[in-house]
T-cell receptor, first 113, second 112 residues
């Protein structure tokens, strides 16, 4: 079945550590996105990529980094510069064009310990 | 600036009721609108996608309508079941950068 796989499901980060969240899709979608979800707030866009080897900052990119070396993969690194990283992170993808909707992964819950 | 509002924020109904969830947006220049469902601690599941040229979409007990001129969409759930309990989110796709603008969601509880 086609879909988006996020791993790990739960991740714990120590102070000062960088961690990387994985997102893989087999939908042949060109565009991929990373969102952050906090209780009581709407989804906020961190980074997005519309094509391989290209990506743009979203609304809250500070303290995060991404790469898009393969069409199928869009990993997100939460760096030590992100002061409040505890949140639920969601990856999504979509086909090119405005006629298509988004497909989401199951999410990664990151906790600072 | 596009803003999306969902009312009510929370809803509790007895099993079997038909119900309507509302989503309003401030700018009618949209490409499409998508309804999602999110169970606690889970990712988002796409329910219905309505293109800007469409008036409604149906999937099983779900029906979503779109009225661009008034900036409103409704999600109608027929014969609600306890398994429908979840948070329902609507998102509007607008702008050249393919960004989705999100509402805060409606938390639905269907009581047996």
């Amino acid at each position: 079945d086609g879909g988006i796989t996020q791993s790990p499901k739960y991740l714990f980060r120590k102070e000062g550590q960088n961690v990387t969240l994985s997102c893989e899709q087999n939908l042949n979608h060109d565009a991929m996105y990373w969102y952050r979800q906090d209780p009581g707030q709407g989804l906020r866009l961190i980074y997005y990529s519309q094509i391989v080897n290209d990506f743009q900052k979203g609304d809250i990119a500070e303290g995060y980094s991404v790469s898009r070396e393969k069409k199928e993969s869009f990993p997100l690194t939460v760096t030590s510069a992100q002061k409040n990283p505890t949140a639920f992170y969601l990856c999504a993808s979509s086909a090119s064009g405005t006629a298509y909707g988004y497909t989401f992964g199951s999410g990664t819950r990151l906790t600072v310990v | 600036k596009q803003e999306v509002t969902q009312i009510p924020a929370a809803l509790s109904v007895p099993e079997g009721e038909n119900l309507v969830l509302n989503c309003s947006f401030t700018d009618s220049a949209i490409y499409n609108l998508q309804w999602f469902r999110q169970d606690p601690g889970k990712g988002l599941t796409s329910l219905l996608l309505i293109q800007s040229s469409q008036r409604e979409q149906t999937s099983g007990r779900l029906n979503a309508s779109l009225d661009k001129s008034s900036g409103r969409s409704t999600l109608y759930i027929a014969a609600s079941q306890p398994g429908d309990s979840a948070t329902y989110l609507c998102a509007v796709h607008a702008g050249n950068n393919r960004k989705l603008i999100w509402g805060l969601g409606t938390s639905l509880a269907v009581n047996p």
